[in-house]
């Protein structure tokens, strides 16, 4: 079955500083992946998805992940911080089905002045 | 261009009341779903349906019932509220594709208290 593992459910920054996100996940088929952002008490947004094509994939908001295979990884980076980018982001794994979106726990940034 | 709306936004019911929480999108996307978000929990898929007249569970769909009979509306239903149910539920929607790499467009959530 698949799952997502989200590395640490609190991370904080300076701003200007490196954003790094941690997801791993399982899956027995090649996988499809994708990243959320969760602003206070809004709905989920799409930050960026994987589909097989470009390993590296970039985002909105400056946000950029790279499929490894090799480390079932997919980490959430952005060069440099900004006080809007607070907010709690979700890593996802479509399921083999194709049925429904698998989420990790949410990892929950902020960013200091 | 509303997208994906859900009412209401909050609700206090009594354990044992029952309630419906109603989605609705104008995206013509033949996939819908309902998750409920738990602190430390991410989100937890209850029901789907991937047209109108078909619906199928998802990891959590005990206490909830949902019907699809229109494609722009699936209602989520609480038959009998427990306190276990508290939590804030968000309807999300997509087209249909043969890979599933559409993008799940969500609602603003409904926060739900049982007491």
């Known amino acids: 079955a698949q799952s997502v593992t989200q590395l640490g459910s609190h991370v904080s920054v300076s701003e200007g500083a490196l954003v790094l996100l941690r997801c791993n996940y399982s899956s027995s088929v090649p996988p499809y992946l994708f990243w959320y952002v969760q602003y206070p008490n809004q709905g989920l947004q799409l930050l960026l998805k994987y589909t097989s094509a470009a390993t590296l994939v970039k985002g909105i908001n400056g946000f950029e992940a790279e499929f490894k295979k090799s480390e079932t990884s997919f980490h959430l980076t952005k060069p440099s911080a900004h006080m809007s980018d607070a907010a709690e982001y979700f890593c996802a794994v479509s399921n083999q089905a194709g049925t429904a979106l698998i989420f990790g726990k949410g990892t929950t940034l902020s960013v200091s002045s | 261009n509303a997208g994906v709306t859900q009412t209401p936004k909050f609700q206090v019911l009594k354990t044992g009341q029952s309630m419906t929480l109603q989605c609705a999108q104008d995206?013509?996307?033949?996939?819908m779903s309902w998750y409920r978000q738990d602190p430390g929990m991410g989100l937890r898929l209850i029901h789907y349906s991937v047209g109108a007249g078909i619906t199928d569970q998802g990891e959590v769909p005990n206490g909830y019932n949902v019907s699809r009979s229109t494609t722009e509306d699936f209602p989520l239903r609480l038959l009998s509220a427990a306190p276990s149910q508290t939590s804030v539920y968000f309807c999300?929607?997509?087209?249909?594709?043969?890979?599933?790499?559409?993008?799940?467009?969500f609602g603003e959530g409904s926060r739900l208290t049982v007491l």
């Open positions: 995206m013509n996307h033949e996939y």
């Open positions: 999300a929607s997509r087209i249909r594709t043969l890979s599933d790499t559409g993008e799940l467009f």
